[in-house]
């Protein structure tokens, strides 16, 4: 079996598995009934090739006949032509069946055995002409007969230049006959005739190399992209049912969390009112004191209870998209100074320093009020919870490039960096929640980006650890009332003007 080595290269290694040491897997002809998918791709473009230039090799033939009527019998002249068309008639059977069948039932080895074998068989039908047609002592003519060979040697190169088995078997069998032929004739000038046929044998088979190394080297890269796409598309095939797979059971999640708070609502609602009527002792007072206290504990508990399924309700809205928005004119600063008059008792509990920073002069924010109360309660609520006694905390709200802003500041234990993006989810408490057992279910940041990202704003957070954090929110200037993008909103009596003159 004829065999050419040569290194793959890294493109080929990323199409296949590293060949063993001390082989190669370039051949000649193919390892095995298993060949790579670019050596098959090199056995059909050489038979395309062949089919679309059927007609080169019987032209010169033709040629060769009629000018060698001079030298030779017609009869003789006509057998040799009709014996090249008859293995050129083989060679194009062979390649539309192969076309055809694709090589059906038939292994890739046993083609490339049968083509090359009739490349051989017509090289060898057109060296029989140097012995019928040759004229001794004849210069022109010997140079004519090798020129036609010549030729023909360069046709097969251009139409198998990307298959080299087929090239030696028709190619070299035909030079090896013309140097035989010439030095059998033992005259100088029919030995300058050999070499250069033999020159001209080996210029072409190094540019047939170098050729079907390009070919190799494209088909491998065609190879390779094509393995990248069908991976691309398994990926992306997979990475989509992984994300249906997900958003089901995110829904399912939802209508759970959904289905439970509601169901759990129920009878906290009835656990509130006798605890709150045992509390503050409406039907009389308790034969034991210590009862009182109970009560209290379990009324504080179950508010505690509804405030954590009143939160899961919210979110399980916002994450389904059922949050409806009733937007009015909101003042960031009342909303502010409300909620942090909600949460006094808190802070004197912890003797906590508060500072607000709002201006009442700034613009309105076109919002759902209720849903910026619920921002503004969750972030102060949150950085009273993690600010240790003595701390202080900061409210402001402020405008900046026409987006209103919101922004609420602690001295706490701070949030470590590799944290800080986990924090919008659901259910997520940071580790220093945990460590310290601070209460809480982790849905209050969650919530929060939920209704910001409802109104088109976003929420940035900066931390640093023992020092505290700081979280601010800004809305969009189509926002802000007053803006290019959202002029000033009329009164109710413009309003009732412009309905009456309408």
Same mark, same amino acid.
């Given at each position: 079996m004829l065999a050419y080595s040569s290194d793959i290269g890294a493109s080929a290694a990323l199409a296949r598995p590293a060949a063993p040491a001390g082989r190669q897997r370039w051949a000649l002809l193919f390892d095995g009934n298993d060949p790579e998918p670019w050596q098959r791709d090199l056995l059909t473009l050489f038979v395309r090739n062949q089919l679309k230039t059927t007609l080169a090799l019987p032209i010169l033939a033709l040629i060769l006949t009629v000018v060698g009527l001079r030298w030779l019998d017609p009869m003789a002249a006509l057998s040799w032509f009709a014996s090249v068309l008859a293995c050129q008639a083989l060679q194009h059977g062979l390649c539309i069946k192969y076309e055809r069948q694709q090589s059906g039932g038939i292994a890739p080895v046993e083609w490339v055995g049968m083509l090359t074998a009739a490349e051989a068989f017509t090289a060898t039908c057109w060296s029989l002409s140097l012995y019928m047609f040759w004229h001794s002592g004849d210069e022109l003519q010997h140079i004519f007969l090798v020129a036609i060979l010549i030729a023909v040697i360069a046709v097969r190169i251009i139409v198998a230049s990307n298959f080299l088995p087929v090239i030696l078997a028709g190619t070299g069998v035909l030079t090896i006959l013309i140097v035989i032929r010439c030095l059998s004739a033992r005259a100088l000038f029919d030995v300058n005739i050999a070499a250069v046929a033999i020159v001209t044998e080996v210029f072409l088979l190094q540019l047939t190399r170098r050729l079907q190394e390009t070919a190799r080297d494209m088909l491998?890269?065609?190879?390779?992209?094509?393995?990248?796409?069908?991976?691309?598309?398994?990926?992306?095939?997979?990475?989509?049912?992984?994300?249906?797979?997900?958003?089901?059971a995110n829904r399912a999640k939802s209508r759970f969390l959904a289905m439970m708070s509601h169901e759990l609502r129920t009878p906290l609602n009835a656990i509130l009112g006798y605890s709150e009527i045992l509390s503050k002792e409406l039907m009389g007072e308790h034969a034991v004191k210590a009862y009182k206290g109970y009560a209290a504990d379990i009324n504080y508990s179950g508010l505690h209870l509804l405030s954590l399924i009143n939160d899961i309700l919210d979110l399980s809205r916002i994450e389904a998209g059922k949050q409806d928005l009733k937007e009015e004119p909101v003042? !960031?600063?009342? %909303?502010? $100074?409300?909620?942090?008059? !909600?949460?006094? %008792?808190? $802070?004197a509990a912890k003797k906590l320093a508060v500072k607000l920073e709002l201006d009442p002069n700034l613009p309105k924010l076109f919002a759902d009020r209720r849903q910026i109360n619920q921002i503004w309660l969750n972030l102060l609520s949150n950085a009273i919870k993690f600010t240790p006694d003595g701390g202080r905390v900061k409210a402001e709200a402020g405008m900046s490039a026409d987006r209103l802003y919101l922004r609420v500041s602690d001295t706490g234990m701070g949030i470590p960096a590799h944290e800080i993006e986990s924090l919008h989810g659901a259910f997520i408490r940071g580790s220093h929640a945990v460590r310290n057992a601070v209460e809480g279910a982790g849905l209050g940041l969650s919530i929060v980006n939920g209704l910001v990202h409802l109104h088109g704003g976003e929420v940035a957070i900066k931390s640093e650890i023992g020092k505290g954090t700081s979280i601010e929110v800004s809305f969009p200037p189509f926002r802000t009332i007053g803006t290019r993008e959202h002029p000033v909103l009329p009164s109710e009596s413009q309003k009732k003007l412009i309905a009456v003159t309408a």
């Open positions: 491998t890269y065609k190879q390779q992209r094509e393995e990248l796409i069908a991976r691309l598309e398994r990926a992306k095939t997979l990475a989509e049912e992984a994300r249906e797979k997900s958003e089901e003042s !960031l600063a009342e %909303t502010g $100074t409300d909620c942090m008059k !909600l949460l006094q %008792t808190d $802070t």
